[in-house]
Nanobody, 116 residues
Framework: QVQLVESGGGLVQAGGSLRLSCAASGSIFRLRAMGWYRQAPGQQRVLVASITSGSSTNYADSVKGRSTISRDNAKNTVYLQMNSLKPEDTAVYYC??????????WGQGTQVTVSS
């Protein structure tokens, strides 16, 4: 079992910043990647950013240049620093953890609301 605990969401004005954190615990072996998806009301869940076990990163075009994903291996925690936030960034953000040969694990989600 893997547990993912997210924090850092909230309400922020446009142009502001937030840092999301996701702490993983449990059976964190055969790790392939961790990252963040987001889902806005009435829309599909989409990838925001990911970081592999080899520290390669990938970003959605919508956040590229405004967001940075990082990982603290000692704390089994992944972070998403989001700057210059826009109202269209408003969504529930979900942390995920992917393992080789095993099912993906998801956090409970954290709400990010950007006011204009």
């Amino acid at each position: 079992q893997v547990q993912l605990v997210e924090s850092g969401g909230g309400l922020v004005q446009a142009g502001g910043s937030l840092r999301l954190s996701c702490a993983a615990s449990g059976s964190i072996f055969r790790l392939r990647a961790m990252g963040w998806y987001r889902q806005a009301p009435g829309q599909q869940r989409v990838l925001v950013a990911s970081i592999t076990s080899g520290s390669s990163t990938n970003y959605a075009d919508s956040v590229k240049g405004r967001s940075t994903i990082s990982r603290d291996n000692a704390k089994n925690t992944v972070y998403l620093q989001m700057n210059s936030l826009k109202p269209e960034d408003t969504a529930v953000y979900y942390c995920y953890l992917a393992r080789y040969g095993l099912s993906d694990c998801w956090g409970q989600g954290t709400q990010v609301t950007v006011s204009s």
